[in-house]
């Protein structure tokens, strides 16, 4: 299985601030990389597909973008309604394997 | 309106069975490959299985393979997802997913339900 390993675990930023999430693949899944918003109590909603696509309705602040196996999320202008985990996914392969979660909190 | 609605959740005894169903309404199932996905209390996600838009090729994951049973009814626009052996570590909230196109097993999930708790204790 792809293992999917995400850092940092949790992090605490302001509002505006600009916040990145790092997920690297333990071998190459070209683009096939997704992140996911989950609020608490909530189902995942899906941010970015294939990278650095922005799903339909996803507000622009989000981006992705991918180094190799590490691929990137970015928050820019942290909003308070940002708060939530947030989780890569590879669709490379089956099974499909997420990432631990990251969870972000707004000081 | 575009949603997913998962039922047959509650509480269990280990080594019981339960049918979890998850209703599709404002698109068309049979169009799109599904998977279930988990969250254990406190826990991440992770993948439990997924069915292509036929029905025809299935596949699990190694801590449920030969105890869950995903199935779909394309006339129905319903998934299902048969859970038997249950243990303690089963329990968790269950998601059905939706494939964001194309009938691939792995994929992008753009469309979720709003889970079902199963509980597994004695």
């Known amino acids: 299985d792809f293992q999917m390993t995400q850092s940092p675990s949790s992090l605490s930023a302001s509002v505006g601030d600009r916040v990145t999430i790092t997920c690297r693949a333990s071998?190459?899944?070209?683009?096939?990389l997704n992140w996911y918003q989950q609020k608490p109590g909530k189902a995942p909603k899906l941010l970015i597909y294939?990278?650095?696509s922005l799903q339909s309705g996803v507000p622009s602040r989000f981006s992705g973008s991918r180094s190799g196996t590490d691929f990137t999320l970015t928050i820019n202008n942290l909003q308070p309604e940002d708060l939530a985990t947030y989780y890569c996914?590879?669709?490379?392969?089956?099974?499909?394997?997420f990432g631990q979660g990251t969870k972000v909190e707004i000081k | 309106e575009v949603q997913l609605l998962e039922s047959g959740g509650g509480l269990a005894q280990p080594g019981g069975s339960l049918r979890l169903s998850c209703a599709a309404s404002g698109f068309t199932l049979r169009m799109y490959a599904m998977s279930w996905v988990r969250q254990a209390p406190g826990k991440g996600l992770e993948w439990v299985s997924g069915?292509?838009?036929?029905?025809?090729?299935?596949d699990y994951a190694d801590s449920v393979k030969g105890r869950f049973i995903i199935s779909r009814d394309n006339s129905k626009n319903t998934l299902f997802l048969q859970i038997n052996s249950l243990g303690v570590d089963d329990t968790a909230v269950y998601y059905c997913a939706k494939a964001i196109s194309g009938d691939y097993l792995s994929a992008a999930f753009d469309l979720w339900g709003q889970g079902t708790t199963v509980t597994v204790s004695s």
């Open positions: 996914q590879q669709s490379f392969s089956t099974p499909p394997t």
């Open positions: 294939a990278a650095s």
């Open positions: 069915i292509s838009a036929s029905g025809g090729t299935t």
């Open positions: 071998q190459s899944i070209r683009d096939y």
